[in-house]
């Protein structure tokens, strides 16, 4: 069937599924050509698979280059993740885990769009990401940012998720349980959620260095460029690419190195105004000192369906950009915890939470606030009257009852801002001779009172419609006012604010 020219604007493209996976884990022999498309720049470097991993070796000579890219094409929402070593980290190489746009027609990459981590200089323990957009220069973090170390005693595990709104960038330890050590995010620049995506080790004897900070006049007229910790020596040469507002330091330049941040460029003549678009690179044109072997043990890819629930809910881990929002309620009790019941502001606009925590929220609630139900955490709503069950308190007679004048506890003082509250007693005076008073204080002041006669064949219930309610953090206590009595009292109530 002939096909004609693809138009992205309004052409609808027809993809394989909804929801991709591809997993290579580099167990077999040989390297199957069915996922996997090699091309190489030079004949210096060699690939093979030794012992479950695919190893390249990636000799010397400046410009060599293999490049490793799945067959399969992905869509956005797309998660990648690399579990690889390198035998060292030196300048004048340069490793590419990368997302790279394709042409859905004929499958090969069209430079538009990328999101790539890039291994290069000499920490095992550093890396730079990029994102591309819209067939512009690539956006690199300016410095080497922290990742799990690519030495060879271990594996560093590098991700890459690249949604619609984000693209982030992760690393964790092979093999562990633990959230991720290292999370990194852009929001610029990010790919294109519209297209295609192939997945691609490129692997590279050159070194590019992003970062240029500033692009001005030595003062003698030639171009200076300043890139903290560039580490070249007078009379290396350079590749520079991609800096905007002065032309003239676009190209191959020896240098002369003023100090470790600022360097000459040879035979140029300052012109323009530098603009930090952060896409300027700049590369020394000589490889690596000695051959490095880079090894990569697995390489796992997913798009689309599995991915919307997963990227979007963070799969509880220690990126704060990818969590959920929640509101966490200070428990009442070690018992059943209720949710629930925040008080927020109903003056116009939007709601806004004004209080959290059972003991907080019932001050909250003054004119023009309201407050939501309140429930248990199996989703019982609190129904009971007075307060929830985790508030109330009881207390229990003492054995041969109250024979004195003094104050006896009924429930000791609460927190600060909490109230004590009775909402029922019995009561009883088995004395055979001697009558009493009772009262009820709310601390020192009597609030409730009653005459007791003595000889008393039961006890009487007493129930309060409207509970006895003792002030913020104060005892509530009862008392006879006459000794030699034996009054027996059970009282029950709630603690709230």
């Excluded at 790539?116 to 730079?128: P, V």
Aim: with cysteine; aromatic share 6%; glycine share 10%.
């Amino acid at each position: 069937m002939s096909v004609g020219a693809y138009d992205a604007a309004s052409d609808t493209l027809k993809v394989s599924s909804g929801g991709r996976k591809f997993r290579d884990s580099f167990n077999a022999a040989l390297l199957d050509p069915a996922h996997w498309e090699v091309s190489a720049t030079g004949s210096g470097m060699t690939l093979g698979l030794v012992d479950g991993a695919l190893t390249i070796t990636t000799g010397t000579t400046l410009d060599d280059d293999i490049l490793l890219t799945t067959r399969q094409r992905f869509a956005i929402p797309l998660r990648m993740m690399v579990a690889l070593n390198l035998s060292q980290r030196v300048a004048g190489q340069s490793v590419w885990l990368e997302l790279v746009s394709i042409d859905p027609l004929t499958n090969q990459p069209d430079g538009a769009s990328c999101a790539a981590w890039r291994l290069d200089g000499s920490s095992a323990t550093g890396a730079n990401y990029e994102v591309q957009a819209a067939g512009a220069p690539r956006l690199s973090t300016g410095a080497a940012v922290a990742i799990p170390s690519t030495a060879s005693t271990g594996w560093s595990v590098l991700e890459i998720e690249a949604g619609q709104e984000a693209c982030w960038f992760h690393g964790r330890a092979i093999d562990s349980t633990a959230a991720r050590t290292h999370s990194y995010v852009r929001h610029q620049q990010i790919p294109d959620p519209d297209a295609l995506y192939r997945w691609r080790l490129r692997v590279r004897n050159r070194q590019i260095m992003a970062g240029i900070s500033a692009v001005a006049d030595n003062g003698a007229g030639a171009i200076r460029l300043t890139r903290s910790s560039h580490g070249l020596t007078t009379g290396d040469v350079v590749t520079v690419e991609n800096v905007a507002g002065v032309p003239g330091a676009n190209g191959v330049f020896a240098v002369t190195v003023i100090d470790t941040a600022n360097i000459d460029l040879i035979g140029t003549s300052f012109a323009g105004a530098y603009v930090n678009t952060g896409w300027a690179t700049l590369s020394r044109n000589a490889g690596p000192a000695t051959s490095t072997v880079v090894k990569l043990q697995c390489v796992s890819l997913g798009d689309q369906v599995p991915l919307l629930a997963e990227i979007t809910a963070g799969r509880g881990q220690g990126a704060a950009g990818q969590g959920l929002g929640v509101n966490v309620l200070g428990a009442v009790a070690p018992t059943l915890t209720p949710v629930g019941g925040q008080a927020r502001n109903t003056n116009g606009g939007v709601p806004v939470l004004v209080a959290t925590g059972l003991s907080a929220n019932p001050a909250a609630v003054i004119s023009g606030r309201g407050v939501d139900l309140q429930a248990t955490l199996i989703g019982a709503l609190v129904v009971k009257p007075y307060a929830i069950p985790e508030a109330d308190w009881q207390y229990a007679a003492p054995a041969g009852g109250i024979t004195t004048s003094s104050d006896v506890v009924l429930k000791a003082a609460a927190a600060a801002g909490i109230r004590n509250s009775v909402t029922s007693i019995d009561v009883r005076n088995a004395h055979a001779t001697v009558a009493t008073e009772v009262v009820i204080k709310d601390g020192a002041t009597v609030i409730w009172r009653q005459l007791l006669p003595a000889a008393m064949a039961a006890p009487v219930e007493i129930l309060f419609p409207t509970p006895l309610r003792g002030s913020a953090a104060t005892a509530m206590n009862i008392a006879c006012i006459t000794p030699g009595a034996q009054v027996y009292v059970n009282a029950q109530g709630f603690a709230a604010s």
